[in-house]
């Protein structure tokens, strides 16, 4: 999930990898053998239509929707609606999952479907597993609003606010200061 949010373009960093079939199929190739490999399950079948990269960038701000009303934004915005109302209320409705044993004998979900819809099953699986597990809220969106990369925070009072204390927390910090500074010149207070 961390993954899928920061495919989005990052001002001059990095481009949205999820503009067109091409790079959203290479990214979900690379994504999905990575957790197949970590569940010791087989790769999925990646490949995706040309309406696909669409529906996951739909699914992308459905989860920055979901992490933002868990407490996971704190401070930042992504220009994701967080009402309610928006695309984490619809989002998941066709996924499926198979519950399978394991070789200890312990049930497993087991992601189905190929291209996007078994990352939308490996997902919602996974959301569902992190928020039994209580870990859920410690996925986060950086307070730095040009950045707004998702990171697990790993401190541990579970207070992180930026992806990156140095690069992101350092540059909100110093305009914060600068804006004060240019405040205290002007006479206000």
Not at 32 to 42: C, N, S, V, Y
Not at 115 to 141: D, N, V
Not at 142 to 148: F, G, H, I
Not at 168 to 180: Q, Y
Request: net charge positive; hydrophobic share 35%; with cysteine.
């Amino acid at each position: 999930m961390q993954d899928l949010i920061n495919t989005r373009a990052i001002r001059h960093y990095a481009p949205d990898l999820l503009a067109g079939r091409e790079s959203a199929e290479e990214w979900l190739t690379g994504a999905a053998g990575a957790w197949a490999r970590i569940h010791g399950l087989d790769a999925p079948d990646c490949s995706l239509s040309e309406a696909d990269p669409g529906a996951l960038r739909d699914l992308r701000a459905a989860f920055q929707e979901l992490i933002a009303g868990a407490g996971g934004d704190t401070g930042g915005s992504t220009g994701s609606d967080t009402s309610g109302s928006g695309k984490a209320s619809t989002a998941g409705q066709g996924a499926a999952v198979r519950l399978a044993p394991d070789a200890d004998g312990r049930v497993r979900m087991v992601p189905v479907g190929r291209g996007r819809q078994w990352l939308e099953s490996a997902l919602w699986s996974e959301t569902l597993l992190a928020q039994r597990a209580g870990i859920w809220p410690r996925l986060k969106l950086c307070r730095n609003t040009e950045c707004a990369s998702a990171f697990y925070d790993t401190s541990r009072n579970n207070s992180g606010v930026w992806h990156d204390a140095k690069v992101c927390g350092n540059a909100v910090n110093l305009r914060a200061s600068r804006e004060r500074k240019r405040l205290r010149e002007s006479g206000v207070s």
